[in-house]
Structure formats: C-alpha cells, structure tokens
Nanobody
Framework: QVQLVESGGGLVQSGGSLRLSCAAS??????????MSWYRQTPGKGRELVAT???????NYADSVKGRFTISRDNAKNTVYLQMNSLKPEDTAVYYC???????WGQGTQVIVSS
C-alpha cells in the first residue's frame, strides 16, 4: 500500500511563495514514484489538476498556474515538490498529492493566500 505525506502548506500574503512536498513510501516493499500530480480543492468544488510530472521529468500545468508554479521530483527521496510563486488569493485551497502508481491520494495540506 502506497502512502503519501504532504507538507509545506500555510498562510502567505499575496505575491508570496510556498513549497509543498509530497513524500511517498510503500509499507513492506520497495517503491519508486512514477507519474505524480498535485491537485487542489476549494469548498463546494471538485478537485482541480494543478500540475503533473511524469518520467523523464515531462511536466504539465493548469493554465491558471503556468509561469508561477513548478513541479519537480527527487527520485532518490521518492519526493515530489510544488514550488508556488507569485501566489494569489484564488490559489487558496487544500492541495493534494496523487500517485498514479497505486492510485493513492495524500491527506492534503492547506494553503491560504491573504490579499
């Protein structure tokens, strides 16, 4: 079973930056991250895909975050990151990490951007 643990959320002013981390592991067996994504969700809305990183570091971003967010990975640490710059109040959401391998979600980390 794959486990994902997110960290790095918090409260930041508009224009500020945060870096989210998602550490992956699997109990009882070796595990390597494959296609990993970050989603976000606000109350009353479904989860929105923010960014994806695949093997060979191919990345894809939602139009709303292009040029501001960067997804990256450290395969040695089985960790995926989301660097968020120039944050806006509309980026406020719970951010979730998703591993395609195992179809597993993290528990989410809250990001609040104040105006």
């Amino acid at each position: 079973q794959v486990q994902l643990v997110e960290s790095g959320g918090g409260l930041v002013q508009s224009g500020g930056s945060l870096r989210l981390s998602c550490a992956a592991s699997a109990s009882g067996r070796s595990f390597r991250i494959d296609v990993m994504s970050w989603y976000r969700q606000t109350p009353g809305k479904g989860r929105e895909l923010v960014a994806t990183i695949a093997s060979a570091d191919i990345t894809n971003y939602a139009d709303s975050v292009k040029g501001r967010f960067t997804i990256s990975r450290d395969n040695a640490k089985n960790t995926v990151y989301l660097q968020m710059n120039s944050l806006k109040p509309e980026d406020t959401a719970v951010y979730y990490c998703f591993s395609a391998r195992g179809a597993t979600w993290g528990q989410g980390t809250q990001v609040i951007v104040s105006s």
